[in-house]
Every structure is written in structure tokens, then in C-alpha cells.
Nanobody, 122 residues
Framework: QVQLVESGGGLVQPGGSLRLSCVAS????????IGWFRETPLKGREGLSC????????VYGDDVQGRISISRDAAKNTVYLQMNNLKPEDTGVYYC???????????????WGQGIQVTVSS
């Protein structure tokens, strides 16, 4: 079974950027759909973006449109979430998961990473 580990979180000032990584072991991400989610105090858990095994990329989180992008590095078995112009309301725990990535977003999340804290504060 695939195991996912997130990294790249931390403390960043408003307007700053972070790139989160989701590294897999036990399976190749190249043939998997991967989604990014977050859990925030205001909204609870919400989906942000997903990438299909055919590299179709979907950004569907309403609050992050235009500020995030998803990508894959098959050689590193890693999926990234680039986040720009971060706001205090982006503070939360970010997770990656294996999903089924549709044009409307990620469904059927199964294997989850442990999550990584992102704090946006001055």
C-alpha cells in the first residue's frame, strides 16, 4: 500500500510562498491520481487541487484560485503544491492523498499523508 509523506510546511509571512511536497513510498505516483487538501479552523477539511495519472491538473478550491498550482516530478516520485500570496486564512494542516481526480475535483480519497502544518502570520 502506498504511503505518503508531506513536507515543506512552516511559518511564512502574509504574501509569501511555500512549496509543499508529497513523497510516496510503496507505489509509484506516476500512475496515481493525487489530491491536496487542507484543514483550517474556519472551514474544516477542504479540497484544493488534484493531478491525474495523465497529468491533468485541477485547481478547485474557491479560496485558492490563482494562487496555487500542482505539479509532479515522476523521477522523484513526488507531487508538489506551490502556494503563492499566502494569507493568514491559509493557516492550517495540509494533506496529500491518493484520489480519483475529476474535472470537478478530487473524490474518493484513500491513502492519506500525516499532514503538514502551514502557518501564515506576521
Amino acid at each position: 500500500q502506498v504511503q505518503l509523506v508531506e513536507s515543506g510546511g512552516g511559518l511564512v509571512q502574509p504574501g509569501g510562498s511555500l512549496r509543499l511536497s508529497c513523497v510516496a513510498s510503496g507505489a509509484t505516483l506516476e500512475t496515481s491520481d493525487i489530491g491536496w487538501f487542507r484543514e483550517t479552523p474556519l472551514k474544516g477539511r477542504e479540497g484544493l487541487s488534484c493531478i491525474s495519472s495523465k497529468d491533468v491538473k485541477v485547481v478547485y478550491g474557491d479560496d485558492v484560485q490563482g494562487r496555487i498550482s500542482i505539479s509532479r516530478d515522476a523521477a522523484k516520485n513526488t507531487v508538489y503544491l506551490q502556494m503563492n500570496n499566502l494569507k493568514p486564512e491559509d493557516t492550517g494542516v495540509y494533506y496529500c492523498a491518493t484520489v480519483y481526480c475529476t474535472e470537478y475535483g478530487a473524490i474518493r480519497p484513500s491513502s492519506w499523508g500525516q499532514g503538514i502544518q502551514v502557518t501564515v502570520s506576521s
